[in-house]
């Protein structure tokens, strides 16, 4: 019985350090349970409290992010008013250099005309002038030529010898003549007269000009004719009108660039033809002395 007994408290013990072995597992389990989770709660507190610090960082970076772009967007808000208000101004000052510029080109076109009617004038004044001026020595020179021949006439009555010319001029009734020689227009012929105290020849009769035909040049040559103040008018030198005449057929013609002027051709005819022509010949006449 006492073997029993023993036996019994043997597997009693058992049991006990059994349980009380297991007791301690489950005790070493629950702490290691406890342990993990309680570092997962602090990971998961240390997660929580860095994605709160970052959420904020975030937040806060986002706030001024947002503050930067609003001051931006007023500034270039501020930027387009002031662009508009310069384009507004630029606008008006263009408008306003526009009129400016039409003003002025007005007056430029009213000054431009104004130019104009006093070139205009200038040029009728120096004409008119130049006109005055030409009958005012036409008539200074017929007045001399006249005096002239009254002076051979009283010379001539009292027994002298009018018929003395200068070098190279040849007399023939009362009168000089010189036949020029080299290539001119008219006005040249004219003016190489005048420096010889003479004029482009006028023909009275035809005395004078069969002798003018026997001297001449034969490939024609300029003589004191013209009718270049009023067309089919045409007067010499001296103003006079056209009394003797020598035309050729069909002249005067006023053909071609408009014929204003006359030559005597070789055959001693006459012709009109453009003053700005060139001959090579001209003759010229003065009065002879005693």
Known sequence: MEETSYSEFLKLHRRQRHCCRRGIQLLLLGLVVTVLCA?????????????????????????????????????????QMAQK????????????????????????????????????????????????????????????????????EIRESVGSVCNIC???????????????????????????????????????SQEEQDFLTKHSNKRGSWIGLRDLDIEGEFIWMDSSPLGYS?????EPNDAGQGENCVMMQGSGQWNDVFCGSYLNSWVCDRLATC
């Open 39 to 79: 570092g997962l709660l602090a990971l998961i507190l240390l997660w929580h409290w860095e994605t709160a610090r970052n959420l904020k960082q975030l937040e806060e970076a986002t706030a001024q992010k947002v503050s930067q772009v609003s001051k931006d967007l007023e500034r270039h808000k501020g930027d």
């Open 85 to 152: 208000s310069q384009a507004a101004q630029m606008l008006q000052d263009m408008e306003r250099i526009q009129a400016e510029q039409k003003r002025m080109e007005s007056q430029e076109s009213e000054l431009s005309r104004n130019l104009d009617g006093l070139r205009a004038d200038l040029s009728n004044l120096k004409s008119h002038s130049l006109n005055e001026r030409r009958e005012a020595l036409d008539s200074l020179g017929r007045l001399q030529e006249e005096v002239g021949k009254l002076w051979m």
């Open 166 to 204: 200068p070098e190279e001029w040849i007399y023939f009734q009362k009168k000089c003549y010189y036949f020029g020689e080299g290539t001119k227009k008219w006005i040249q012929a004219r003016n190489a007269c005048s420096k010889l105290h003479g004029r482009l020849v006028s023909i009275r």
């Open 246 to 250: 020598n035309w050729q057929l069909g």
